[in-house]
DNA sequence: CGCGGCGTTGATCTCTGTCAATACTTGTGG
DNA sequence: CCACAAGTATTGACAGAGATCAACGCCGCG
C-alpha cells in the first residue's frame, strides 16, 4: 500500500485514533485493489466476513425487496469504511454493496478485525466510534426522509456535496442521477423536476454540472418548515 | 436489582453473553429508578454519559427541528437497551428521548462502560453486536419507509407488535397513536385511515384493542409490490 | 357539568408516483 | 462518417396517496 493510500485509511474514524501499530496490525495482509464500475461486492444474506475501506470512487449498500426492487440505504466514498458493523451481527450482510462508478478499495477480513481487538482493546473504542457515527448518520437519514420534502431533501443532498464551502460553489454530481433519486427516496422523475424547483433558489443544473449561487439559501430551505407560524 | 430485573437486563443483546461477572462490573453500581410518563431522560446535543436498559414501559427516541417537530426515530420497550452507541460518538447524544409510558430503567454510566471494556475485551464484542443490531434496525426502517405506503406500514407495525404469534392475535397498543404515527412517518389522521384499510384485511380496532384475525394476510400485504408483473 | 386531550371523519389540496413520449449521449458497426 | 441502438435524463398528462384544515365525537377529570 502506497503512502496516499495509506493517508486516505488513517483519516477514517475507524484508524484515525489508533497507532500505528496497531493500523498495521488490521492492514497487514491487506492490499488495495481495483474494481469496474457495477461490481457486486457482497448480497444481502451472504456471510459477512469483511468490511471494506474506500479509497477512490462510489460503492452504494442497497436492500432488495422480495419484487426485485433496490432500495438504497447509503452511498460511501473516499475515506469511508463500511459493513463493519455486520462483522458482529454474527451471521450474514443486511444489505448488498456494488460500486457505481471504478473504485479502490481494501477488504479487510472480520477474522482479522476480531483478533486485532483481542490483542489491543483501544481498538475496540475506535470500531465502537465508527459504527457509532454510523447509526447516527441513519438517525439523521430518517429524520430527513420523514420531514423533509423531495426539494429540502435534494437541496441537504447538495449541501452535503459541497462540503464546507460557503457562498456559490460548482461541482459535479458523483453518481447517475437515478441513484441520487434512490438515495433521496424518489423517483428520478422527481429528482428531476425537484431540481427545476430548486433554480429559483440559486441552483442551476447542466448534465453532471451544478452550480449553485448561494448555498445559505439551500440552508434556509432546509431549515424552513414551510408552517413557521406555529408549532 | 432483584432477579427479575437481572433476567431482563441479561436477556438483552448486550448482556447476554457476558459471564455474570462481566454483567456484575457493569451493573455494580447501577439500580433501577421509575419514571413517570413524559419524563425527560436526555435531550439531543447534552453530553452523553450514560445509556440504558428498559425494564419495564416505553421510552420513545426522537429529534427536535429547529422549527420545535419531533421525529420519532425508535420505541424501546422491556429487554433493550438504548443510547449505549451514543456514548462512544465523544461528546453529545444525537437525540432526544423521553419515557411515554411509566417506565422503569437502568441507567449505565459511559465511563462504567468503557472501564468494564478495558478490563474485558469481549465486553466490546456484546457492545459491537449491540449496536451493529441497531444498526441494522435502521436500515430496515429506512427500507421500510422508502419502499412501503401507509397502510403496509401500519401492517408491518402490527406484524412486529404480535411477536411469534401466528394466526389470530389480539393486542393492545402500547402507546398513543399519534406516537405510532410518528414512528411510522405519517400524520394521525393517516393512521386513522390506514387502520380502515386494514379492516378488509382482517383488522378490526376498538380502541387500543387491536383484533387481527389472520397474521398472515398482514404479511401478505407487506410483500405484495402492488406491481407485480415487470420489475 | 363543562373542559381538554385524543381520535375520527370529511372536504380539499398538494405532492409524488405512474405512464408515455421525447431528447440527448454514447458506443457500435457498416 | 453516419445510422442505429441502448442507456440516461427530461417533460407532460394524469391519478393516487397522504397532508392539511376544520368539525365533531368520545372519554376522563376537575
Redesign the interface.
Known sequence: MNNDDLEIVCATSLFARLQRDAANKILGWSSPKAFEKGTVLFTQGSPANSFYVVLEGWVKVY?T?????E?V?AVFHRGETFAE??????GSY??SAETVTAARLVRIGGDVL?RA??ED?EI??S???S??????A??????Q???LNAKQRLADFLINLSGDRKGVSTLSLPFEKALIANRL?MKPESLSRAFLQLRPHGVAVERDRVHIHDIGQLIALV?T?D??LG?
Do not use: N
Open positions: 436492500r425487496s422480495s419484487a426485485g426492487q432500495t440505504v458493523a455486520s462483522i458482529f451481527l454474527g443486511p444489505a476480531r481487538i483481542r482493546p475496540a473504542f470500531m465502537l466510534a459504527t457509532s457515527a454510523h447509526l447516527k441513519l438517525i439523521e437519514q430518517i429524520e426522509i420523514k420531514r427516496g431549515e418548515t408552517d413557521d408549532e
